[in-house]
């Protein structure tokens, strides 16, 4: 079965804090991303990733980084942990070439930054 | 990607079949019809995704119109744990750099009465 899992599921930082937020997928995947939630706002991509060591740059990249040295896992860092990073995390899968382009995701991680 | 329109809530009773429409009069002719969920506090998960033909898994049926500007998401027998967010995406199926990721929209609040 299909397996996306997100390291932490409730997380709270204080604001300044560096902020790791790691996934890993059993199902060598080539492609991993990284959403954030928001009420009103829907899913925004922030990063994602199609094979290792290489990252792009999805629609809200500022105060974030990521990270993949093995294909399984792509970890999210906020450099400095803000207020308004305030969020729900989700971390997907897909796999990258074939027609079907289906993501997985993981349960998610709920953070506060306070 | 074709914009959706969906119903903001529905209601089906337990046992029932729920029928959720979706709306992409704009479709193009290879993009694809994908539905995921949403249940609370969870990531979403992928349903079912078709082009043209009507689909069925374990999960569910996709009925796609002839014109294939609408489409149904048929759940059989539904039950209270199928209360969640039911998304529509239409979309390319080839994951093309730079165009994987998903784009949810509102969705539809369905919740399965006993």
């Known amino acids: 079965d299909v397996k996306v899992t997100q390291s932490s599921r409730y997380l709270v930082k204080r604001t300044g804090e560096k902020v790791f937020l790691e996934c890993v997928q059993d199902m060598d995947h080539e492609n991993m991303f990284w959403y954030r939630q928001d009420p009103g706002l829907g899913l925004r991509l922030i990063y994602f990733?199609?094979?290792?060591?290489?990252?792009e740059k999805g629609d809200i990249p500022e105060g974030y980084s990521v990270s993949r040295e093995k294909k399984e896992r792509f970890s999210l860092i906020l450099e400095s942990a803000s207020t308004n990073q305030t969020s729900m995390y989700l971390c997907a899968s897909s796999l990258l070439g074939l027609p079907k382009n289906i993501q997985y995701f993981g349960a998610g991680t709920r953070l506060s930054v306070l | 990607d074709a914009k959706t329109t969906q119903p903001p809530s529905m209601d089906c009773a337990e046992g029932r079949a729920a029928n959720l429409p979706c709306n992409h009069s704009t479709i193009s002719g290879n993009e694809y019809v994908y539905w995921y969920r949403q249940i609370h506090s969870q990531g979403p998960q992928y349903i079912i995704h078709g082009l043209k033909n009507n689909e069925t898994n374990e999960m569910a049926s996709l009925i796609i119109t002839e014109d294939r500007k609408s489409s149904t998401l048929i759940l059989p027998h539904a039950t209270l744990r199928d209360t969640a967010v039911y998304y529509c995406i239409v979309r390319v199926a080839e994951a093309n750099f730079g165009n994987e990721k998903l784009t949810f929209g509102t969705g539809t609040r369905l919740t399965i009465i006993p």
């Open positions: 990733s199609y094979d290792v060591k290489m990252k």
